[in-house]
């Protein structure tokens, strides 16, 4: 199993371009999320979703959107970048939320705003 | 507010010595814990669990200690090798009117061959 794939790997963007980060699993996990880290601060919480048709906010939602139209996708949308969102951001998901076997995590996409 | 910190941001240890990476956490009602292992370039991968009606959890070469009475997380590598370079950190997991995870910052692991 590929678990999870977080396309692109690497981005740079312009203040003000939009674009979305891709993220798919494929161990039919109902719960995913999204993440970024920056340097010196633990992961933050973005978006999650508990299953297909559901999302929710997490703790730095703003400038950031998403969807889950199937159980497998959760991409990420950048409205309209700011430098303020150069960051690392990964993907994670897990069975159900609060499960307690942990997450598995995507390879990140690192994004540049300039 | 709730906060999970680790006491040392780098350690650097030569290989076939012990390393013991320290986190502190703040909030009382969490339940779980996980240590996560994060190499350059790569995403988190998880080494180690324990809930906290346990205070001691061993794995192959890991050992993860609970301290809930001055709520303190350990995580210990035996004959730590050069793979194990890495960033360290530990996240806490409680429900409180609905699940929650907190991430600490991290500890830079270096093993000097």
């Known amino acids: 199993n590929a678990g999870v794939t977080q396309t692109p790997k690497f981005q740079v963007l312009k203040t003000g371009q939009s674009m979305t980060l891709q993220c798919a699993q494929d161990?039919?996990?109902?719960?995913m999320s999204w993440y970024r880290q920056d340097p010196g601060m633990g992961l933050r919480l973005i978006h999650y979703?508990?299953?297909?048709?559901?999302?929710d906010q997490g703790e730095v939602p703003n400038g950031y959107n998403v969807s889950r139209s199937t159980t497998e996708d959760f991409p990420l949308r950048l409205l309209s970048a700011a430098p303020s969102q150069t960051s690392v951001y990964f993907c994670?998901?897990?069975?159900?939320?609060?499960?307690?076997?942990?997450?598995?995590f995507g390879s990140g996409t690192r994004l540049t705003v300039v | 507010g709730e906060s999970v910190g680790l006491h040392l941001p780098t350690l650097s240890v030569q290989e076939g010595d012990n390393s013991i990476i320290n986190c502190a956490y703040s909030n009382s009602a969490s339940d779980y814990f996980i240590w996560y292992k994060q190499e350059s370039g790569k995403g988190p991968q998880f080494i180690i669990d324990?809930?906290?009606?346990?205070d001691k959890r061993q794995g192959q070469r890991v050992t993860v200690l609970l301290n809930k009475t001055v709520k303190h997380l350990s995580l210990q590598i035996a004959a730590t090798q050069p793979g194990d370079s890495a960033v360290y950190f530990c996240?806490?997991?409680?429900?409180?009117?609905?699940?929650?995870?907190?991430f600490g910052a991290g500890t830079r692991l270096f093993v000097k061959a």
């Open positions: 994670a998901s897990s069975y159900e939320v609060g499960d307690r076997g942990g997450y598995t």
């Open positions: 996240a806490e997991f409680f429900n409180t009117g609905g699940f929650k995870t907190i």
């Open positions: 324990i809930r906290s009606n346990m």
């Open positions: 161990m039919n996990h109902e719960y």
């Open positions: 979703s508990v299953g297909a048709g559901i999302t």
